[in-house]
């Protein structure tokens, strides 16, 4: 099977510009969550979709925003970029398991400059 | 809101010894589930190990087990027979049973010495 895969791999932009990512399930895989690494922050939540319905969002500006395809597949969108935005997008699938307890695997990122 | 803690920000272990990865985490849900993802240089984030809560044996694969105090809300990871394909980071994570969302720990990189 093949993994989750994240288009582009690398990006680099300029400030107030938006960029969108994309992301590609596991094959089955309904859920996709979204996380930004970064040096200072860490890895931090972004939102989760399922369904085509966010089910949770993380702490960020309304600038975050994604969604997802009847297909599974998911993009994220940032609009007005701000340096801080740099970082490393990572996207997860998961099976979602009727009784839970599923495991998230993750993409390979998506490797965002804002200049 | 769920918290993580690795409080060994570097380690470094000789090939073939044993090294354990500390990890502590705060919660008062009942129902979770905890990981460990390891992420290399070329940063895929790959699962390690996954412990349910509810479950009182330790996960073991392969070289890499846990050790999974819950009272203590505990969970460190000990790898074994050390191999230079081991360095990397290490993240300790926690997810609550109804929800997909992962509360990663700050990592522990971990260097392997020939």
């Known amino acids: 099977k093949a993994g989750v895969t994240q288009t582009p791999r690398y990006l680099i932009k300029t400030r107030g510009q938006q960029v969108t990512l994309s992301c590609s399930p596991i094959s089955g895989h309904r859920s996709v969550s979204w996380y930004q690494q970064t040096p200072g922050q860490g890895l931090q939540f972004l939102f989760e979709?399922?369904?085509?319905?966010?089910?949770n969002k993380g702490n960020f500006p309304g600038r975050f925003s994604g969604r997802q395809f009847s297909n599974s597949r998911s993009e994220m969108n940032v609009s007005t970029l701000e340096l801080g935005d740099s970082a490393l997008y990572l996207c997860a699938s998961s099976l979602v398991l009727a009784g839970g307890g599923d495991t998230q695997y993750f993409g390979p990122g998506t490797r965002l400059t804002v200049l | 809101a769920q918290t993580v803690t690795q409080s060994q920000p570097e380690m470094s272990v000789q090939e073939a010894e044993t090294v354990t990865l500390s990890c502590t985490y705060d919660t008062s849900e009942s129902d979770y589930y905890l990981f460990w993802y390891k992420q290399p240089p070329s940063r895929q984030m790959i699962l390690v190990i996954r412990?349910?809560?509810?479950?009182?044996q330790n996960a073991t694969e392969n070289r890499f087990s846990v050790n999974f105090q819950k009272a203590a809300k505990s969970f460190s990871l000990k790898i074994s027979d050390s191999q230079l394909g081991d360095a990397a980071m290490y993240f300790c994570a926690y997810r609550s049973g109804g929800s997909e969302k992962l509360v990663f720990g700050k990592g522990t990189k971990l260097t392997v010495n020939p």
């Open positions: 412990q349910e809560a509810y479950k009182q």
């Open positions: 979709y399922f369904s085509e319905t966010q089910r």
